[in-house]
T-cell receptor, first 112, second 113 residues
């Protein structure tokens, strides 16, 4: 079993929909959680970064962490065709090193 | 554009060969991270350097090595290449004391024939 699991998709939604992207993990020591967006043939781009449990909002994006369930989510409101990309979650423990474990990514398609 | 540069963009080589991938971090960033991205394994952390010193090691094969030079650019050396080494190799950099903010370069696509 992988330490971080992520549904590969593809997830297709109409423009304007609310998108929910999720990751589950098995290591209870994970404390830092990140979401990256990766367009085809490009490097990942950092979207959101959260520490421990709770919610964090940035524009149309909301990151949610539920450590009791070992489950994290990224919500995208008013989705746009430009949001079509692969979304990667990443996480690490507070071991002092920045050794992130990445999910395999969910491919999202927002249809105009 | 993240400010991280990687060369070359594409590399095609044969099994058994050795290649060197190069990365220049963003201005002011001291940390460099190397990742391998393949279709079946996703993004795998290989190694981190901070100001010239190795800081963390991930799933890096013994055939692979890296270093960070005094001007902070980094090189990833891959030797005795196998078909399974074909992948995208990304470099990322982060500001001092902020390793959670990693900025990725455009990647080098390696194809081993």
């Amino acid at each position: 079993q992988k330490e971080v699991e992520q549904d590969p998709g593809p997830l297709s939604v109409p423009e304007g929909a609310i998108v929910s992207l999720n990751c589950t993990y098995s290591n209870s020591a994970f404390q830092y959680f990140m979401w990256y967006r990766q367009y085809s043939r490009k490097g990942p781009e950092l979207l959101m970064y959260t520490y421990s449990s709770g919610n964090k909002e940035d524009g149309r994006f909301t990151a949610q962490v539920d450590k009791s369930s070992k489950y994290i989510s990224l919500f995208i409101r008013d989705s746009q065709p430009s949001d079509s990309a692969t979304y990667l979650c990443a996480m690490r423990a507070t071991s002092g090193t920045y050794k992130y474990i990445f999910g395999t990514g969910t491919r999202l398609k927002v249809l105009a | 554009d993240s400010g991280v540069t990687q060369t070359p963009k594409h590399l095609i080589t044969a099994t058994g060969q050795r290649v060197t991938l190069r990365c220049s971090p963003r201005s002011g960033d001291l940390s460099v991270y190397w990742y391998q991205q393949s279709l079946d394994q996703g993004l795998q952390f290989l190694i981190q350097y901070y100001n010239g010193e190795e800081r963390a090691k991930g799933n890096i094969l013994e055939r692979f090595s890296a270093q960070q030079f005094p001007d902070l650019h980094s090189e990833l050396n891959l030797s005795s290449l196998e078909l399974g080494d074909s992948a995208l190799y990304f470099c990322a950099s982060s500001p001092p004391r902020s390793g959670n903010e990693q900025f990725f370069g455009p990647g080098t696509r390696l194809t081993v024939l």
